[in-house]
């Protein structure tokens, strides 16, 4: 759907906006197709305007319930950039600073147990993700580790902004979602945007699909995460892009201190710094902020650039709908996209399905006999995360011989990765093979000691 009628040229690429227009629409329905990709939902922006929207596929591949203009996608980690916004705006109110330590206004030590690191974090750290929080904390685990000191360097972690949240409710007296509702989405229009599951979602969400494209499952429980429970649309969400394009709604310095590079990810992407909850990427084109969302079998992703105000945001209900991203960048925005590099998701290919479905009916044995002489000829495309995901449907399948053999494939091919001797594990365990489980978790840690899920997984092995 096109909103308004000016069409000026996309000043970042060769693409006027008309062309972008017609290229997505075009070029989405295909790319769906060939991704199992069920259903989808866009938005354009060009000088800081929403010019178009649309939706394509299905909520709900079983009942065939078309994606339309009141369609609930989840927004997964693209919450976090939402979470960040509005402590920002308790910045601008004297409430929060950035740099006092979290626990002063809680006034204890969270979770961390006792380690005194604790009292070091703020929210600058938070925000930048060099907290030295995991991820997620170890399963059913009441302690949160620790892992560095804070500000030593990157590494992402949803449980930041979950221990933000909780110190922006005591702040307030409010409950999260009813803080950011009144702060953010009010303010900006979003009036299809909540944290929390709402009755009429029941009818407006969309199911999460596998990479098969069948129907998994929604989560429709209690409660609110900051770091990724946003429920909304492409529209509202594009509102909110905005509103951060354009500055609105937050003092200058601190929309400048928003967007100001905070940390570097690593040498390996020199492009790439996060700020105050988002991703920044420097190209040619200028500087992006970005970010990712995986919620497993539904993701999504936004990019904007900040010189041109020009942004695309959008939703999937499946698991590959971040195998698409690469097209949809080049006809949205054009330019280069060091962060898609970086998370390494790749694109879309054909040969893990023909893989899966080797599998399925010829054996693994077979199947992976003729993978590694492909292997060995160069000729062969499937990667890491590839080979895991298939380990999993498989597993799903309760295919769990076939699963733990193409498991143990990838632990020979990429020996130094923890995560595939954590999959191996989670196969034996599935299993009942307790000490096969025990021992390739164990593994796992070895290769990284910070491997929070195998670190939770050993101890519920061992009874500890």
Sequence with gaps: MLMGSALPLCTRGQLSTASSIEKLEKDIPVLMAKADVPGLSAALIRDGKLVWRKHFGVADAETKQPV??????????????????GALK??????????????????????????????KITMRHVLSHSAGFPNWRPQESAI??????????????????????????????????????????????????????????????????????NKSFRWEGPGSNAAASLRTTAEDYAKFVIAVLNGQGLKKA???EMLKPQITVNEKAPA?????GLGLQTTPSGTDFWHWGDQGDSKCYVDANLAHKNAFVYFTNSANGLSVAYELLDDALAGNHPALDWLN??????DAKNFYH???????????????????????????????????????????????????????DYPASSNVWDSLAEGHMTKGNKAEAIKYYEKAIEVDPGN?????????????
Excluded at 452 to 464: E, M, V
């Design 68 to 85: 339309g203009d009141n369609t609930i996608f989840e927004a997964a980690s693209l919450s976090k950039i939402v979470t960040a916004y």
């Design 90 to 119: 308790l910045v601008d109110q004297g409430k929060l600073d950035l740099d006092k330590p979290l626990n002063s206004y809680l006034g204890n030590n969270y979770d961390a147990g006792n380690d005194d690191r604790i009292n």
């Design 144 to 213: 949160l580790p620790i892992n560095f000191n804070p500000g030593e360097k990157f590494s992402y972690s949803g449980e930041g902004f979950v221990y933000l949240s909780k110190v922006m409710e005591k702040i307030t007296g409010l409950t999260f979602n009813d803080y950011i509702t009144q702060q953010v989405f009010i303010p900006l229009k979003m009036t299809q945007s909540s944290f929390e599951w709402k009755a009429d979602f029941k009818e407006r969400q969309v199911y999460r699909h596998d990479w098969l494209g």
């Design 254 to 256: 601190t929309w400048q």
């Design 272 to 276: 790439l710094a996060w700020g105050l």
């Design 345 to 350: 998701y790749g694109r879309y290919n054909p």
């Design 358 to 412: 080797s599998v399925i009916s010829r054996g693994a044995d077979s199947t992976l006999a003729e993978f590694r002489a492909q292997k060995a000829s160069g000729s062969q495309t499937l990667n890491e995360g590839q080979i895991n995901r298939i380990g999993y449907q498989l597993m799903r399948a309760k295919k769990l011989d076939e699963a733990i053999a193409v498991f143990e494939q990838n632990t020979r």
């Design 452 to 464: 929070t899920n195998s670190i939770g997984q050993l101890k519920k092995l061992r009874g500890q």
